[in-house]
C-alpha cells in the first residue's frame, strides 16, 4: 500500500522527530552512566550493541548477514576512506566531547548546545559544498551565540564553561558527519551504513576500553546500569540512525534540519524527569534563543508547494536505486 506523498512527508516529519528524541535519550542515559563506566569502556558497549543489534535485525530482514561486507568491498578506496571518517565524526569524536563535556556540566545544557548544529551545518555547506549562505545565517549565528553565553550565565567555576565548551566543540564533527554524508551519497543502503558505522567505532575504542578496564570493577555496578546501557546502545547505536535515514527519503534535506530541535527539547525534558535536574531562567532563555536560532537558519519558506516535494523524493528515490549496490 502507498502513501499519498503528503501523508508520506508526515511519516518522514515522525520518523525525523523520534530520532532526535533518541539522541536526547542518548544523552541523558550518557549522562548516568559515566557516573559507572569509563567513557571509553562505555562508548565500546554502545557501539557493540548498536551494531550486535543491527546484525540481528537485517539477519531478520534478510537470508544473508554479509552482503554489508561484500557491498563495502565493491566501494572504491576514497568512499571507504569517506566512510570511515564519517563514522570517526559522528561515533568518536562526538561522543568523547560529549562525555567529557557532561562531567562538568548537565544534560539540558548539552542537548540545548547541540541545538546550534544545523546551523553549523548550514556554514559548512556553503564552505565545502558551496551551497548559498543567507542574512539569515548570520542573524541566526549571532542569536546561538548569545544563547550560548545567556546559558552560561550565572554559573560559578571554570568547570561548567570548561563542559558547556567541550560540548560546543563536539557540534564540530557533528556537522561534519553530515557534510561527508553528502560526500558519501547513497553507495550503500542505510542498514550497511550503520552497521559500519557501528563496526569503525567498535574497533576503534576496543584499545581504549581494555586500559579502562584496570580502573572499575564491573561486579559492583549496579544491575539497573547495564539495563540502562542497553537502552543507551539501542537508541544511540540503532534507533537514531535508522529512523533518521529513514526520515530523509521522504523529507527534503532543508526540512529534516529543522528537526535538530527537537533534539534540545528532549533532553531537558528527559533531564528534568529522570536525572532530576533543575531549570534555571537563564537555561530557559538560553534553550528558546538557540532554537530560535535554529528556525532563522533553517527555516523554510512555506511557499514550497507538495509537487515540489513529489519532485524532490521522486529524485531522491532515483539517486537511491541508481546508486545503491545491489
Not at 233 to 254: C, D, M, R
Amino acid at each position: 500500500m502507498q502513501l499519498h506523498p503528503n501523508r508520506l512527508q508526515w511519516v518522514g516529519f515522525a520518523e525525523l522527530a523520534l530520532a532526535q528524541c533518541a539522541v536526547g535519550v542518548n544523552v541523558v542515559t550518557g549522562k548516568y552512566l559515566i557516573a559507572y563506566f569509563p567513557i571509553f569502556l562505555l562508548l565500546m558497549l554502545r557501539f557493540g550493541i548498536g551494531l550486535i543489534s543491527m546484525l540481528m535485525m537485517v539477519k531478520l530482514k534478510r537470508s544473508s548477514t554479509w552482503d554489508w561486507y561484500r557491498h563495502f568491498c565493491l566501494l572504491s578506496s576514497k568512499d571507504k576512506f569517506l566512510l570511515f571518517i564519517q563514522a570517526m565524526c559522528g561515533g568518536f569524536l562526538f561522543n568523547i566531547l560529549l562525555l567529557f563535556g557532561m562531567r562538568n556540566t548537565n544534560a539540558a545544557a548539552a542537548g540545548i548546545i547541540n541545538g546550534i548544529t544545523p546551523v553549523l551545518i548550514l556554514v559548512l555547506s556553503f564552505i565545502f559544498l558551496r551551497e548559498k549562505i543567507t542574512w539569515r545565517i548570520v542573524i541566526a549565528m549571532i542569536v546561538a551565540v548569545a544563547g550560548l553565553w545567556i546559558l552560561n550565565t550565572g554559573k560559578e567555576g571554570n568547570s561548567v564553561v570548561l563542559g558547556n565548551g567541550l560540548i560546543f566543540l563536539a557540534v564540530i564533527p557533528e556537522a561534519f558527519f553530515t557534510i561527508l554524508s553528502k560526500l558519501f551519497g547513497n553507495k550503500l543502503n542505510q542498514f550497511e551504513i550503520v552497521i559500519l558505522i557501528n563496526l569503525f567505532n567498535l574497533f576503534v575504542f576496543i584499545p581504549f576500553a581494555m586500559v579502562s578496564l584496570n580502573d572499575i570493577s564491573l561486579l559492583a555496578i549496579p544491575i539497573e546500569s547495564y539495563l540502562i546501557l542497553l537502552l543507551y546502545g539501542f537508541s544511540g547505536g540503532l534507533l537514531f540512525f535508522l529512523l533518521w535515514y529513514q526520515g530523509l527519503t521522504k523529507v527534503a534535506a532543508n526540512k529534516a534540519a529543522l528537526f535538530t530541535a527537537v533534539m534540545p527539547i528532549s533532553t531537558t525534558v528527559l533531564a528534568y524527569i529522570f536525572l532530576k535536574e533543575s531549570l534555571h531562567l537563564s537555561e530557559i532563555i538560553g534553550m528558546c534563543l538557540v532554537v530560535s536560532a535554529i528556525f532563522i537558519g533553517c527555516f523554510v519558506p512555506a511557499s514550497l508547494s507538495s509537487t515540489g516535494y513529489v519532485d524532490d523524493y521522486k529524485k531522491n528515490k532515483l539517486l537511491s536505486q541508481s546508486e545503491t549496490i545491489q
